[in-house]
């Protein structure tokens, strides 16, 4: 079954310490996204990629960096200019930027 | 900018009641209009969608939605809901306009509680 996969689903950052979440997808979509969930706070976009090798900021993006080497994956990096880094990190993916975004189950990210 | 309000943080239906769960927004153009669901720990199932045409849309589950132009409302309504429906609601606009970055805005969500 096509989707988007997540890992891992649990991770921990110790202070100072850059840490990588991964995002893959096999739905052929172009276009990838990040966003962070924090309670009561709705979903806000970190980063978005609509084709391979290219990627813009989104609301969020200070503390955070990502790459797009291959369609299928759009990894999120979170350094440790990131001072409040605890949250739920989503990753998306949509065949164009307009359609319905699919998303992956998440990663919790806390710190040590 | 645009934005999304969902002015219910919370509500609480009983089993086999109707449901509205209200979504206003603010967008410069002709919105696109999603509502989505999470369940703890998930991510995000989308339920329906508004592009165009036809303003009252069906979704899964059983949900329907009704856009209003005049309103800039795009409320969620389910005619009788189930405890499985138990979950994080979440109504969403897109895509960004200007800025150079695409995405959908989201609203806070709305956690739904039923009752037996």
């Known amino acids: 079954d096509g989707g988007i996969t997540q890992s891992p689903k649990y991770l921990f950052r110790k202070e100072g310490q850059n840490v990588t979440l991964s995002c893959e997808q096999n739905?052929?979509?172009?276009?990838m996204y990040w966003y962070r969930q924090d309670p009561g706070q709705g979903l806000r976009l970190i980063y978005y990629?609509?084709?391979?090798?290219?990627?813009q900021k989104g609301d969020i993006a200070e503390g955070y960096s990502v790459s797009r080497e291959k369609k299928e994956s759009f990894p999120l990096t979170v350094t440790s200019a990131q001072k409040n880094p605890t949250a739920f990190y989503l990753c998306?993916?949509?065949?164009?930027?307009?359609?319905?975004?699919?998303f992956g189950d998440g990663t919790r990210l806390s710190i040590l | 900018a645009q934005s999304v309000t969902q002015p219910d943080i919370h509500i609480t239906v009983s089993e086999g009641a109707s449901l509205e769960l209200r979504c206003n927004y603010s967008y410069g153009a002709t919105p696109y209009l999603f509502w989505y669901v999470q369940s703890p720990g998930q991510g995000l199932q989308l339920l329906l969608k508004?592009?165009?045409?036809?303003?009252l849309v069906q979704g899964i589950k059983g949900f329907e939605a009704e856009f209003k132009r005049s309103q800039s409302s795009f409320n969620l309504r389910k005619p009788s809901v189930h405890w499985s429906d138990a979950a994080e609601y979440f109504c969403?606009?897109?895509?960004?306009?200007?800025?150079?970055?695409?995405?959908?805005?989201f609203g806070k969500g709305t956690h739904l509680i039923i009752q037996p």
């Open positions: 990629s609509q084709i391979v090798n290219d990627f």
């Open positions: 508004y592009f165009s045409g036809d303003t």
């Open positions: 969403a606009v897109g895509p960004y306009s200007g800025g150079g970055a695409d995405g959908l805005t």
């Open positions: 739905l052929n979509h172009d276009a």
């Open positions: 998306a993916s949509s065949k164009q930027e307009r359609l319905p975004q699919h």
